[in-house]
């Protein structure tokens, strides 16, 4: 008897043994996205060593080393939304620009990757060229090393799967559907499908959880939006924005709330809580200030505003910041040049707008400084500019007794006894920093209202992005050269502006080349803006052009280059882009679009 029962036991623990193995494991989504990624970087990699096979080959055969080449980058914009987010040097490499780089700290990146594949295959591929093939489909074959390397040895975490999932519907809109990635075969409604679908496989874990669908059914709709219309110069890029991308970003927002996913937050211009690109509070104006201190109060705005008209701070005391930036004129003068201080010779650049200035991860038209506080201290001593002394200012500000108050109210110091050149300078990047409108009809259209726009801006618009490659430098929602989805850098561009109307001979300023001495750089300058373009006339860094009209006819046929100057380095096609007269216009109508509704 005794050995029935314990062979009674042994058979309900042998039952209890299965019935445990067989419970099906909880679904952890990180770590199964981290596997998916796996296989999608390998067959990426496949894909590579094909192309690379094909390239060795003696009879290599132009049509299928392209066709092989599109389905390299299919490959690669399936799990692009990781590979930006979590291997952003990898990601430059792999499919950054085709145009040598140099970072704000002065490094200097070369060129590499399927931009620059594309630009060997396409329109047609020259044998000579073979040696750079190869070398550029190695660089390819280091990436996917290093791919597997991250997702193999370090985890995902949640919130960085769905901050990394928004960022690339940010990027799709961005610069996806722009062509920025691949101006020659123009496949980019293909390639943002693939990129989406991507964004799709990572998220199912998530939306699993919540049994709705909602997310992946908006996914999927959207795919098949770009699959089914593919061609470029078509293509309605507000429809597709607004219609799809919006809604997908603010599902991914909702679903994470939902979650209660844990965010681990930092200091970035695109907020992370930011549903789309267009809320109105999608920027964080902070963003680039030099520290936790240095960020906007109610006080030092005030402060700041006052400084900023007062002529307290140059050489001669008649002249302020207000002198050229005057906020009647969107903070600009409305001059080509204005006059050096107590001359009557012109200063060397054109003045800039202010509005939306805090937005930028550098200034000047040559880049040459990373805050407002570093901008503001360089013109007031910029012998030129206001030929003044911050050393000086600061003594003079002290002893007024009006200044020293608010001083003290917005710099509250302990046993304070001076003021810091610093605080003037954050004073006045601080006023700078308030006067970021987001707020223009474009915006409030993109936020909802449809009756904000007309079907010429609209038209414009989809012009703008996609077969005017005006967005393909003047990136949206910014419209200028802030790099998106991070806008941690911001472009300069050689697009060969003459040095008069009346002559094809490029303007003598070198731009940023006198910042950085490297040769791509000569004549290069900071993209500017366009939003309020229409009310900050004239244009250039040297105020060369008077019209919307006569900017949107430089570009039209190319540049510089496309006006028959010989310019080897020049970053804008020099093709001439065919747009009708009515084109140009219904562009010019959407620039207007964007102007800022400011206050009095």
């Given at each position: 008897m005794k050995k029935y029962i314990q062979l009674f036991i042994l058979l309900v623990l042998i039952s209890c043994f299965i019935s445990i193995s067989c419970q099906e494991k909880p679904i952890v989504p990180e770590k199964e996205i981290a596997k998916a990624l796996l296989i999608q970087i390998d067959s990426f990699a496949s894909v590579c060593n094909r192309l690379k096979t094909l390239a060795e080959s003696a009879s290599a055969d132009q049509t299928t080393l392209q066709q092989t080449f599109l389905q390299c980058?299919?490959?690669?914009?399936?799990?692009?939304?990781?590979?930006?987010?979590?291997?952003?040097?990898?990601?430059?490499?792999?499919?950054?620009?085709?145009?040598?780089?140099?970072?704000?700290?002065?490094?200097?990146?070369?060129?590499?990757g399927l931009q620059i594949i594309e630009g060997l295959l396409f329109p047609a591929y020259d044998t000579a060229n073979k040696k750079d093939l190869l070398k550029q489909l190695s660089v390819l074959q280091n990436g996917c090393g290093r791919y597997r390397t991250r997702f193999k040895n370090i985890d995902i975490l949640d919130w960085q799967v769905f901050d990394a999932a928004k960022l690339e519907l940010f990027r799709i809109e961005t610069l996806g559907i722009t062509g920025f990635d691949n101006p020659l075969t123009k496949k980019s409604m293909e390639e943002s499908?693939?990129?989406?679908?991507?964004?799709?496989?990572?998220?199912v874990y998530y939306e699993n959880k919540t049994d709705t669908g909602k997310l992946a059914e908006r996914l999927s709709r959207a795919t098949d939006y770009l699959l089914a219309n593919p061609a470029f110069d078509q293509f309605n890029r507000m429809e597709f924005i607004t219609v799809h991308a919006n809604p997908i970003t603010e599902d991914i927002s909702d679903l994470e709330t939902?979650?209660?996913i844990h965010i681990i937050r930092y200091n970035r211009l695109l907020n992370q809580d930011a549903k789309t690109l267009f809320d109105t509070n999608a920027f964080n104006v902070n963003a680039y200030a030099p520290d936790h201190s240095s960020f906007i109060s109610d006080e030092k705005i005030a402060l700041g505003k006052i400084l900023f008209s007062d002529p307290i701070l140059s050489g001669t005391g008649k002249r302020s910041c207000r002198s050229c930036h005057q906020p009647g004129r969107v903070f600009t003068d409305g001059l080509a040049k204005n006059t050096i201080i107590n001359q009557n010779e012109l200063l060397d650049r054109n003045t800039p707008t202010l509005v939306n200035a805090a937005l930028q991860?550098?200034?000047?038209?040559?880049?040459?400084?990373?805050?407002?506080?570093?901008?503001?201290?360089?013109?007031?001593?910029?012998?030129?500019?206001?030929?003044?002394?911050?050393?000086?200012?600061?003594?003079?500000?002290?002893?007024d007794e009006k200044y020293r108050k608010k001083f003290l109210t917005a710099f509250p110091y302990e046993d304070k006894t001076r003021i810091d050149?610093?605080?003037?300078?954050?004073?006045?990047?601080?006023?700078?920093?308030?006067?970021?409108?987001?707020?223009?009809?474009?915006?409030?259209?993109?936020?909802?209202?449809?009756?904000?726009?007309?079907?010429?801006?609209?038209?414009?618009?989809?012009?703008?992005?996609?077969?005017?490659?005006c967005a393909t430098c003047h990136y949206m929602p910014l419209f200028n050269g802030s790099f998106p989805p991070r806008f941690v850098k911001i472009d300069a561009e050689v697009i060969?502006?003459?040095?008069?109307?009346?002559?094809?001979?490029?303007?003598?300023d070198m731009g940023r080349y006198a910042v950085v001495k490297v040769e791509s750089f000569k004549h290069a300058f900071k993209?500017?803006?366009?939003?309020?373009?229409?009310?900050?006339?004239?244009?250039?860094?040297?105020?060369?052009?008077?019209?919307?009209?006569?900017?949107?006819?430089?570009?039209?046929?190319?540049g510089g280059a496309g006006l028959g100057m010989k310019i080897r380095n020049q970053t804008l096609p020099f093709d001439s882009l065919s747009l009708s007269r009515k084109e140009q216009?219904?562009?010019?109508?959407?620039?207007?679009?964007?102007?800022?509704?400011?206050?009095?």
């Open positions: 980058r299919q490959a690669f914009k399936k799990f692009e939304w990781a590979a930006e987010y979590f291997e952003p040097m990898t990601a430059q490499a792999v499919n950054g620009p085709p145009v040598q780089e140099v970072e704000l700290s002065g490094q200097v990146i070369e060129p590499s499908a693939a990129a989406l679908e991507g964004v799709q496989k990572a998220l939902k979650l209660k991860p550098a200034l000047f038209y040559d880049l040459r400084v990373n805050t407002l506080e570093d901008q503001s201290v360089n013109v007031v001593q910029s012998s030129k500019e206001m030929h003044g002394s911050m050393v000086m200012s600061v003594k003079r500000l002290w002893l050149t610093f605080e003037v300078m954050n004073a006045i990047g601080s006023y700078v920093r308030s006067l970021v409108f987001l707020n223009s009809r474009f915006d409030e259209y993109m936020r909802g209202d449809r009756s904000k726009m007309n079907a010429d801006e609209i038209n414009g618009f989809n012009l703008f992005m996609g077969k005017a490659k060969g502006v003459p040095k008069s109307t009346k002559e094809n001979i490029i303007d003598p993209t500017s803006t366009v939003r309020n373009a229409a009310l900050t006339a004239p244009y250039m860094h040297n105020g060369v052009f008077n019209t919307l009209e006569e900017v949107m006819d430089f570009y039209n046929k190319g216009d219904d562009i010019i109508s959407f620039i207007k679009s964007l102007n800022s509704q400011l206050p009095n």
